[in-house]
């Protein structure tokens, strides 16, 4: 019996999760030219979310979002979302992706931070000031600030490094303001970037560090990924040959403290102490071919023919682990 996977997506899809349209009609071709049969479904509201699932029959869900939202621009975790995996655990229809505890947690990055922390994961020194509290006093600088629930660097810029009391307070403050959503204090780390690629589960899984290079003239004030030097061609990754071991146990000790399943990437970056720290395991990474930091890690590793033939594997091998976990091989 042919196997079925419905993806579906919706406005925040480029924002949330691994792309827009464009992104979801080539995963779309990809997986129908595996041989696995796939529709897309773009929902704006519970309502057109309820009326796709009432009619399903798919095998397993693939969705670019986290929750439902009509906003296209900004991520946060809204204390009235309805989260894509409650809603199919409600009606025990599987997915691909981690439960949605997991979603939850890897969406607050304090939350992500904290429970790594307690598993004796490397993370930096980290504090939430959410709006109307206050800082505390003792910050060590230089300190990184950025918002506690975004992705793709929104909201990281060189002001993002604040070396005395005044930038905090003016960063956190235009954070709450702007964002409106809790300031995440951090460490400031120095060091180089990396970004480790976790595929499958059990047998099947992969974990594949590579390094994140941007050439130094594209760089402000501090050599730290703004928003606006992703998704440009800017940054390249690279098989690291520093720090290769390291980032492979530190991403398999994170995601396995998150219960994280089929399909991740954990960034990490180097401290001044010259060791790793995770800086946020993305629970929906980018699948934009050749661009997204996924399809370019596997190629690296797993270098096919052609860049599509890279991409179309690596989908592969997203769904044969999938479908095997939920006891469906394909």
Same mark, same amino acid.
């Given at each position: 019996?042919?196997?079925?996977?419905?993806?579906?997506?919706?406005?925040?899809?480029?924002?949330?999760?691994?792309?827009?349209?464009?992104?979801?009609? +080539?995963?779309?071709?990809?997986?129908?030219?595996?041989?696995?049969?796939?529709?897309?479904?773009?929902?704006?509201?519970?309502?057109?979310?309820? =009326?796709?699932?009432?009619?399903?029959?798919?095998?397993? *869900?693939?969705?670019?979002?986290?929750?439902?939202?009509?906003?296209?621009?900004?991520?946060?975790?809204?204390?009235?979302?309805?989260?894509?995996?409650?809603?199919?655990?409600?009606?025990?229809?599987?997915?691909?992706?981690?439960?949605?505890?997991?979603?939850?947690?890897?969406?607050?990055?304090?939350?992500?931070?904290?429970? #790594?922390?307690?598993?004796?994961?490397?993370?930096?020194?980290?504090?939430?000031?959410?709006?109307?509290?206050?800082?505390?006093?003792?910050?060590?600088?230089?300190?990184?600030?950025?918002?506690?629930?975004?992705?793709?660097?929104?909201?990281?810029? =060189?002001?993002?490094?604040?070396?005395?009391?005044?930038?905090?307070?003016?960063?956190?403050?235009?954070?709450?303001?702007?964002?409106?959503?809790?300031?995440?204090?951090?460490?400031?780390?120095?060091?180089?970037?990396?970004?480790?690629?976790?595929?499958?589960?059990?047998?099947?899984?992969?974990?594949?560090?590579?390094?994140?290079?941007?050439?130094?003239?594209?760089?402000?004030?501090?050599?730290?990924?703004?928003?606006?030097?992703?998704?440009?061609?800017?940054?390249?990754?690279?098989?690291?040959?520093?720090?290769?071991?390291?980032?492979?146990?530190?991403?398999?000790?994170?995601? =396995?403290?998150?219960?994280? #399943?089929?399909? *991740?990437?954990?960034?990490?970056? *180097?401290?001044?102490?010259?060791?790793?720290?995770?800086?946020? +395991?993305?629970?929906?990474?980018?699948?934009?071919?050749?661009?997204?930091?996924?399809?370019?890690?596997?190629?690296?590793?797993?270098?096919?023919?052609?860049?599509?033939?890279?991409?179309?594997?690596?989908?592969?091998?997203?769904? +044969?682990?999938?479908?095997?976990?939920?006891?469906?091989?394909?």
């Amino acid at each position: 019996m042919k196997r079925e996977v419905l993806l579906v997506t919706g406005p925040g899809g480029d924002a949330q999760g691994w792309g827009n349209m464009a992104v979801t009609e +080539v995963l779309n071709d990809t997986i129908n030219a595996l041989g696995v049969k796939c529709s897309i479904a773009y929902v704006n509201n519970r309502r057109e979310f309820d =009326d796709v699932m009432d009619k399903a029959s798919c095998d397993l *869900v693939w969705s670019s979002l986290y929750y439902l939202s009509e906003r296209e621009d900004i991520v946060g975790a809204p204390d009235d979302a309805e989260w894509i995996s409650d809603l199919l655990d409600a009606r025990n229809i599987p997915y691909i992706g981690s439960s949605a505890q997991t979603m939850k947690d890897l969406i607050l990055k304090f939350v992500t931070h904290e429970i #790594m922390a307690k598993a004796g994961v490397c993370v930096p020194y980290h504090v939430l000031v959410n709006p109307g509290e206050n800082i505390p006093e003792e910050i060590p600088f230089p300190a990184f600030v950025k918002p506690n629930g975004e992705s793709r660097s929104v909201g990281i810029s =060189d002001r993002s490094v604040v070396k005395d009391r005044a930038e905090l307070e003016a960063q956190v403050a235009w954070v709450h303001s702007e964002l409106g959503q809790g300031a995440l204090i951090e460490e400031y780390l120095p060091g180089d970037e990396y970004t480790v690629l976790m595929l499958g589960n059990g047998e099947h899984q992969e974990i594949l560090p590579g390094k994140v290079t941007v050439d130094e003239t594209h760089y402000g004030k501090f050599r730290i990924l703004r928003s606006d030097l992703r998704g440009v061609g800017l940054t390249k990754v690279s098989i690291p040959t520093e720090h290769f071991d390291e980032a492979v146990e530190l991403c398999r000790k994170a995601t =396995d403290a998150l219960k994280c #399943m089929d399909h *991740v990437r954990a960034d990490m970056r *180097v401290g001044a102490d010259g060791r790793l720290r995770i800086i946020e +395991v993305n629970g929906i990474p980018g699948l934009k071919p050749v661009k997204s930091w996924s399809p370019q890690i596997f190629s690296l590793y797993h270098p096919q023919e052609t860049p599509e033939a890279d991409y179309r594997e690596m989908i592969r091998t997203i769904l +044969v682990s999938a479908f095997a976990r939920i006891g469906k091989p394909l």
